[in-house]
């Protein structure tokens, strides 16, 4: 079975590659601000559509959107196939200012700075947050306590995709 873990990478690669879309994301990473969704799925789409014997895909970080998460939906289904599991890993906003303070000591990245940070926790409350209750109205929302030891959390992720 292959597996493709989706999003982080795709930004990566558009992030790395000196492209006028890949330098658009960079700017717009570096900023603290999403992706704007017409360039985050098309690039989703165009991931997609490289690896038709993928038996599974997983996003990581993906959809931060309700906008994201309809036009996902419509991809999918338009490809014979559903999003199946939807995790949430339920961290605390100071668990989270943790992590990307250490982040930012061990990788230096521009979007962990902390006015970025800030910006980018905004977004999270004003647009992310919505995807939870618009997968959890399909009963699709799975929710797993992100605190932790790292191996615990991944028992309880496999658990729910069943790996």
């Given at each position: 079975m292959a597996l493709f873990i989706l999003a982080p990478v795709i930004f990566s690669v558009a992030y790395?590659?000196?492209?006028?879309?890949?330098?658009?994301?960079?700017?717009?990473?570096?900023?603290?601000?999403?992706?704007?969704?017409?360039?985050?799925?098309?690039?989703?789409?165009?991931e997609l559509n490289k690896n038709p014997e993928a038996k599974g895909f997983l996003f990581d970080g993906f959809p931060r959107t309700v906008p994201q998460a309809e036009a996902l939906d419509k991809f999918m289904k338009d490809n014979g196939t559903a999003i199946h599991y939807v995790i949430a890993l339920d961290v605390t906003e100071e668990e989270v200012r943790c992590r990307i303070a250490k982040r930012r000591t061990i990788d230096n990245r521009a979007d962990d700075e902390e006015d970025k940070l800030n910006k980018r926790i905004n977004e999270y409350f004003t647009k992310t947050i919505h995807v939870l209750p618009f997968y959890g109205n399909q009963n699709r929302l799975n929710t797993v306590n992100g605190i932790g030891a790292v191996d615990e959390i991944f028992k309880n992720l496999c658990k729910i995709i069943k790996v």
């Amino acid at each position: 079975m292959a597996l493709f873990i989706l999003a982080p990478v795709i930004f990566s690669v558009a992030y790395q590659n000196d492209t006028s879309l890949g330098k658009q994301v960079k700017e717009i990473m570096n900023s603290g601000l999403l992706v704007p969704d017409e360039i985050t799925i098309a690039m989703l789409k165009e991931e997609l559509n490289k690896n038709p014997e993928a038996k599974g895909f997983l996003f990581d970080g993906f959809p931060r959107t309700v906008p994201q998460a309809e036009a996902l939906d419509k991809f999918m289904k338009d490809n014979g196939t559903a999003i199946h599991y939807v995790i949430a890993l339920d961290v605390t906003e100071e668990e989270v200012r943790c992590r990307i303070a250490k982040r930012r000591t061990i990788d230096n990245r521009a979007d962990d700075e902390e006015d970025k940070l800030n910006k980018r926790i905004n977004e999270y409350f004003t647009k992310t947050i919505h995807v939870l209750p618009f997968y959890g109205n399909q009963n699709r929302l799975n929710t797993v306590n992100g605190i932790g030891a790292v191996d615990e959390i991944f028992k309880n992720l496999c658990k729910i995709i069943k790996v």
